[in-house]
């Protein structure tokens, strides 16, 4: 692994005590320097107490928002923070394998500047709900219409950047119209998104996902306001 890459990790949080442990676990045996930034966004549950007794704490770096302001708002909390040459998106829900961030890595290090993990390449989805699946597939069709792309999984966690990337496209959003918001950005900006194979192994509603039907709407008005974006 090229170790002139540093590795910052976003991971927006609200009420994963049960698995953002483990998430940080494998994380930080990443075979790359890393630095890891996690957002609680005003988790009701033990979310903030299992990060700050996690073995390896004082590796990590974590900012709490006194009120839940979103996904989109937590990134934004976190991007003032990096100091690594790349970052990338985490969920805490361990619905992704961090180990496939390597990955994603190898083709910023052959010259990309923004990589996505797609769970729709050579991997079977796992445990996707059929109303996420054909959203989705709605949404990614869509954005694909309007912005003159083929990308195959628009609303996938992990997007990683080069910094100065990101930092140029910035984060307008709060929630996860961030993720048509971001796609659209890079695109009209001249990035050109290339796509890894990922494994999922996704998570019924009861065992706390939050993303919403409604969400859907949100990502349509979001890629329909953005098709005119030029970057500054």
């Known amino acids: 692994m090229d170790s002139t890459h540093v590795l910052s990790i976003v991971i927006p949080v609200f009420n994963e005590e049960q698995t953002i442990g483990q998430v940080l676990t494998l994380l930080t045996n990443l075979p790359c320097a890393t630095q890891i930034i996690v957002v609680d966004d005003a988790s009701t549950d033990d979310t903030a107490a299992v990060v ?39 969920d805490a829900d361990l619905e992704y394998n961090p180990t496939e961030l390597l990955s994603l890595l190898k083709c910023i290090e052959a010259g990309a500047d923004v990589v996505y993990g797609t769970r729709f390449g050579v991997h079977r989805p796992l445990g996707m709900l059929a109303t996420h699946y054909a959203g989705n597939r709605v949404l990614t069709a869509l954005f694909n219409l309007l912005y003159g792309t083929h990308l195959s999984d628009l609303e996938t966690c992990y997007k990683m950047f080069r910094v100065g990337a990101l930092r140029q496209i910035g984060i307008d959003n709060d929630r996860f119209d961030i993720d048509p918001e971001l796609t659209a950005k890079c695109i009209r900006s001249g990035y050109q998104i290339v796509e890894v194979p990922v494994h999922y192994l996704g998570r019924p509603y009861r065992a706390g996902k939050k993303i919403r039907p409604s969400d859907a709407f949100a990502a349509v008005r979001t890629m329909w306001r953005y098709r005119k974006y030029r970057p500054t």
């Not at 007794?53 to 909390?77: D, F, W």
């Open 52 to 90: 700050s007794a996690h073995e390896y704490a004082h590796l990590l770096t974590m900012v709490q928002h006194p009120q839940n302001r979103g996904k989109g708002a937590a990134i934004r909390s976190a991007l003032a923070l990096v100091k690594g040459t790349v970052v990338v998106i985490q």
